[in-house]
């Protein structure tokens, strides 16, 4: 069963507008989340992260939120530009032992097409 | 780019054969990990290492295995390959356990005929 889940495979903005990606997750135990992203015949790349004693963290244009209570993450472009047009995935993690992490968690990502 | 490379980049291969996948990192990063992509999946771990000879399975290590006998080398093979495994395998690198964030290669795309 998806334990991180994307579901908006797709979403298309306007040059200049805000771009609101978002991702559940189910396992409590998750405390660490990551937002990738990933261009076609490329890797992913890191965007941002954040840790669940936060609810909130920036980047530039690029801010993540947190709600643990809801189990959901956002992730926040703005302002959008067609440059940003990706795949964008989200990834969760455990603290496992003295400080140590277990494997990251993707969901199936979600392709923004930022348009002029 | 990051120090990470997979090769080769594209390869075509029939039913049966055996394929090997190579990684390779001039980061000294301890660990190495092999995911692949699907459409409608995302990406899911096939298997990753924690040191040389150090091996574990991922969620989807069926018909998969591994190899690291040299830190910077991290092999994936497919002993008998079949079409479901057609995929795009990404190799990532990590310095330990603690996550600031993979750095993945550019994949590898196989196509099983």
């Known amino acids: 069963d998806q334990q991180v889940k994307q579901n908006s495979p797709s979403l298309s903005v306007q040059e200049g507008r805000i771009s609101i990606l978002n991702c559940d997750y189910t396992n409590s135990m998750f405390d660490y989340f990551l937002w990738y992203k990933k261009y076609p015949a490329e890797g992913p790349t890191f965007l941002i992260s954040i840790s669940s004693i936060k609810d909130k963290n920036e980047d530039g244009r690029f801010t993540v939120f947190l709600n643990k209570s809801a189990k959901h993450l956002s992730l926040h472009i703005v302002p959008s530009q067609p440059g940003d047009s990706a795949v964008y995935f989200c990834?969760?993690?455990?603290?496992?032992?003295?400080?140590?992490?277990?494997?990251?968690?993707f969901g199936k990502g979600t392709k923004l097409s930022v348009k002029p | 780019d990051a120090g990470i490379t997979q090769s080769p980049r594209h390869k075509v291969t029939e039913t049966g054969t055996p394929v090997t996948l190579r990684c390779h990192q001039t980061e000294n990063h301890r660990y190495m990990y092999w995911y692949r992509q699907d459409p409608g999946h995302g990406l899911r771990l096939i298997h990753y290492s924690y040191g040389v000879k150090d091996t574990d399975k991922g969620e989807v290590s069926d018909g998969y295995s591994v190899s690291r006998s040299k830190t910077e080398d991290f092999l994936l093979t497919l002993e008998s390959a079949t079409s479901s495994q057609t995929s795009v395998y990404f190799c990532?690198?990590?310095?330990?356990?603690?996550?600031?964030?993979?750095?993945f290669g550019s994949g590898t795309r196989l196509t099983v005929v």
């Open positions: 990532a690198i990590n310095p330990d356990r603690v996550n600031y964030g993979y750095t």
């Open positions: 990834a969760a993690t455990a603290t496992i032992y003295g400080g140590s992490q277990g494997n990251l968690i």
